[in-house]
């Protein structure tokens, strides 16, 4: 057997902001998309896309070997809100919500996922956050959590 290890673990993420208000503004949006990015790819975590809204994010990465999922949520959420609060892009302190959604993608899905994290704004004029992630955790066969 090769002594090198290979992984392909594709992961779409979501995670929203305390108390899941709408905090975030379009310009600020923006930013913390490319903070994301920039942080992800220093930790050598490839993202394949992102979206910020006002009050989640979507993400698909590639899990690498060398993070447990729970260390990338933590890694990801606790830079970006550092990066939000130290710049002072929101009126009040701003912090991200406890946990987070994490769920399996098939390598034949990568498009249709990017896709779907792509056109969120259009998605969200039909469905809202909690809506959503009541839906992924029922596809996925989790228990739904009495907010």
């Not at 942080?39 to 809204?53: G, L, T």
Request: glycine content about 4%; hydrophobic content about 35%; some cysteine.
């Amino acid at each position: 057997m090769s002594q090198h290890a290979y992984s392909k673990c594709l992961i779409h993420m979501i995670w929203g902001t305390k108390r899941r208000k709408a905090i975030l503004p379009r310009e600020v949006r923006k930013k913390v998309s490319t903070c994301l990015c920039q942080y992800a790819e220093s930790k050598e975590i490839y993202m394949h896309i992102n979206y910020v809204n006002a009050d989640h994010v979507h993400i698909l990465i590639d899990l690498p070997r060398h993070l447990a999922l729970q260390k990338v949520a933590k890694l990801l959420k606790g830079s970006s809100s550092f990066w939000i609060n130290k710049n002072r892009l929101t009126k009040s302190k701003f912090g991200w919500a406890r946990g987070y959604g994490a769920f399996s993608v098939a390598t034949s899905a990568i498009t249709k996922v990017k896709s779907y994290i792509r056109n969120q704004e259009e998605h969200h004029r039909q469905k809202s956050f909690f809506q959503e992630l009541d839906s992924f955790l029922s596809a996925y066969g989790l228990e739904v959590h009495k907010r």
